[in-house]
């Protein structure tokens, strides 16, 4: 039996800041309103350049420098993400792309905001069963891009930014101790965002149209959501902790998906725990849906919240409807690495996105040469476009 435990971790966050102050120039709303209703006061929003996959590759470099791992040493990579920018490619192939992650496999994974966890959990298990040995495992989104701006119910809620943290297997007991995930689809339709190539025709049934929907945006009905979340996010976190053998006290900090205070403050009483064992970013960050967790651990690493031993439970909930928990032993002391030596890791690794610049081109030179209508050459096109 492997045993995932949690050896990197990083996040990252665009520059741009936008505040309530901002957002109530472009919808009738005010920073007391937002701050109250869900303790939120700002959020980061994606550069023109920036996409779901760049964002995504910042995080996972991070973790790698943490991990002291190289990318041709990672077996898979999963980008839990409901905002990619293609369906194919995956964010997940491009991110190893970036990386140059030669021997990694790839691919998104899509739970809405509870898609971190099923993908730590998807992670987990491909280690436990010997087929993987280190993963990345990031959360990543652009919701800005996703958003309608003209909804002050929604336009308010959400941030951009990634997530990610380096797993790897060891015979050591420990790491990713239990997970939980559960879905209930009869409630798709109270949150969603349409596909690219949504059909008009409700093959779900009506209810998942309408409401002025007539572009790829998200819609939901809040306080639909809000209830969903006050009723199944403490029993999820008893399950998993039960799951794990452990009690509810020997739990030392709780991350929940950062979608509101007001449903964190709810989850607390109801399993009669202080505050203080939640840790929460949401006032910096909004809602960056599969990111949150992932960001939120590397603030909580950040801010001394963790120490070797602690137990720890990561929980998400969202769209699908999805809710997924897992306890995790934070036990693994990441090797020693100078801020210097980090940094140059992850130029390192920056770096290999020229490497993987420079085999678009040799791929589109063959092409050419070899003048054949091969795959490659019905690339040669796609290649041009997103970063050149
Ligand atoms: O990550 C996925 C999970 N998503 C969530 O967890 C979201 C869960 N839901 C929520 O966080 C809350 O439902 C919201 C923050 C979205 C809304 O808070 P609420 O307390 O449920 O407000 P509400 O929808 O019941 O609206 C109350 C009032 C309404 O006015 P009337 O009808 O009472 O006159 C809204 O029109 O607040 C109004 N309102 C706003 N006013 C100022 C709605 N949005 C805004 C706004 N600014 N941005």
Redesign the pocket.
């Known amino acids: 039996m492997k045993y995932a435990h949690i050896i990197g971790w990083g996040s990252f966050l665009p520059d741009r800041v936008l505040t309530n102050d901002d957002i109530a120039q472009i ?4 920073d007391e ?2 701050y109250a ?2 303790g939120i006061r700002q959020r980061r929003i994606a550069g023109e350049a920036e996409t779901t996959a760049t964002l995504a590759f910042e995080a996972s470099a991070r973790a790698l420098a943490v991990a002291d791992v190289h990318p041709s040493q990672v077996d898979l990579i999963i980008v839990a993400t409901s905002t990619p920018e293609y369906i194919f490619p995956s964010t997940a192939s491009r991110v190893q792309d970036y990386l140059g992650a030669v021997r990694a496999g790839a691919f998104d994974l899509a739970a ?2 509870s898609g971190f966890v099923y993908a730590l959990n998807m992670a987990a298990q491909a280690i436990a069963t010997g087929s993987v040995r280190t993963a990345i495992v990031v959360g990543a989104e652009t919701m800005s891009r996703v958003l309608d701006w003209t909804d ?3 336009c ?2 959400f941030g951009d930014g990634a997530g990610a943290v380096v797993l790897k297997g060891s015979s050591v007991p420990g790491g990713i101790l239990a997970s939980t995930m559960r879905s209930d689809g009869s409630g798709g339709n109270l ?1 969603r965002l349409p596909a690219v190539y949504h059909n008009p025709v409700p093959t779900l049934g009506p209810e998942y149209l309408g409401n002025g929907q007539d572009r790829n945006t998200i819609a ?1 009905n ?2 639909q ?2 209830r969903f ?1 006050s009723h199944v996010v403490h029993a999820s976190i008893q399950d998993v902790i039960k799951k794990a053998d452990l009690d509810l006290q020997d739990v030392d900090l709780i991350i929940p ?1 950062q ?2 205070i ?2 964190i403050d709810h989850v607390a009483k109801k399993l009669k725990l202080p505050k203080e064992k939640f840790y929460v970013n949401v006032e910096r960050t909004g ?1 960056t ?1 599969a990111a949150s967790i992932p960001i939120a651990l590397c603030d909580a690493v950040e801010a001394g919240r963790l120490r070797p031993d602690n137990n720890i439970v990561f929980v998400g ?3 699908g409807l999805t809710w997924a928990s897992a306890a995790v032993k934070w036990d693994v002391t990441p090797p020693e690495v100078s801020l210097l030596d980090r940094e140059w890791k992850r130029t390192r690794y920056i770096m290999a996105r020229g490497r993987s610049r420079l085999r678009r081109w040799g791929r589109r030179m063959g092409a050419t040469l070899g003048g054949s209508p091969t795959p490659d050459a019905r690339l040669r096109d796609a290649d041009k476009k997103p970063e050149e």
């Open positions: 919808v009738d709303t005010s309103w937002i209703r869900t809405a905001c002050r119910s929604t308010i809620l949150l939901m809040g306080r959501i809000f979340a998906h979608a509101n007001r449903i809602n849906s909930f969202g769209g």
